[in-house]
């Protein structure tokens, strides 16, 4: 089993950056692709990024160019830059485990989840 935990979230007015780290314990050795998804009130978890063996990178359209996911293995860590933004990135934002080496955007993918930081972006 793999356990995430994720921080670095907090409130940033519009044009602002954040960065959320993501730090992963137990069988890191199964993890191949790393993601973060994001979920706003009333709305369903969506993809962000992911990094495929900590090198092969890939956005959602909505982030590219703003974002950027990157992985330290020596810390066992997935961090996800963001820079520019804006408030419809409000949302609870998830870190993602998959033992999968495709750059997937399938939730059913990754078994295993971290809890959850909210980032929320004011205008």
């Known amino acids: 089993q793999v356990a995430l935990v994720e921080s670095g979230g907090g409130l940033v007015q519009a044009g602002g950056s954040l960065r959320l780290s993501c730090v992963a314990s137990?069988?890191?050795?199964?993890?191949?692709?790393m993601g973060w998804y994001r979920q706003a009130p009333g709305k369903q978890r969506q993809f962000v990024a992911n990094?495929?063996?900590?090198?092969?990178?890939n956005y959602a359209d909505s982030v590219k160019g703003r974002f950027t996911i990157s992985r330290d293995n020596a810390k066992n860590t997935v961090y996800l830059q963001m820079n520019s933004l804006k408030p419809e990135d409000t949302a609870v934002y998830y870190c993602?485990?998959?033992?999968?080496?495709?750059?997937?955007?399938?939730?059913?993918?990754?078994?295993?989840w971290g809890q959850g930081t909210q980032v929320t972006v004011s205008s």
């Open positions: 993602a485990a998959g033992a999968v080496g495709i750059p997937t955007t399938r939730r059913d993918d990754y078994h295993n």
């Open positions: 990094i495929v063996r900590g090198v092969n990178t």
């Open positions: 137990g069988s890191i050795f199964s993890i191949n692709t």
